[in-house]
């Protein structure tokens, strides 16, 4: 999958142009494997980070994402462990977080 992808994201947009994107790559199901997708290398491709959460949100609907994105930000960071503010809070999770 790697070498199918040349190690970038796979996402293409509406517009037919591909990301490709080398930061934050993820694996992400095409098919989501919650929706019975199989863990196969033709159901997989890179993507990066913040477009694996498009991909989810555009799937589960934004409110189900948003669920996860709360509680992701209710956790303890290293960061705030240590007494220091992030320096980017709206980044931490993608261009979604709240």
């Known amino acids: 999958m790697w ?3 040349g190690g ?27 929706l019975g997708g199989p863990t ?6 890179l993507a990066c980070r913040p477009h694996n959460l498009l991909h989810a949100e555009n799937t ?13 930000n209710a956790r303890p960071t290293p960061l705030s462990r240590a007494g220091v503010a ?4 709206g980044m931490q999770l993608g261009m979604w977080a709240p």
């Open 8 to 34: 970038r994201c796979a996402w293409v947009g509406s517009d037919g142009c591909r990301c490709n994107s080398r930061w934050k790559l993820e694996l992400d199901h095409i098919q989501p494997a919650a």
């Open 86 to 89: 992030s320096l980017y809070p």
């Open 60 to 72: 589960f609907g934004r409110e189900h994402m948003d669920r996860f994105r709360r509680d992701a």
């Open 40 to 45: 196969t290398i033709d159901n997989l491709r």
């Open 3 to 5: 070498k199918r992808d």
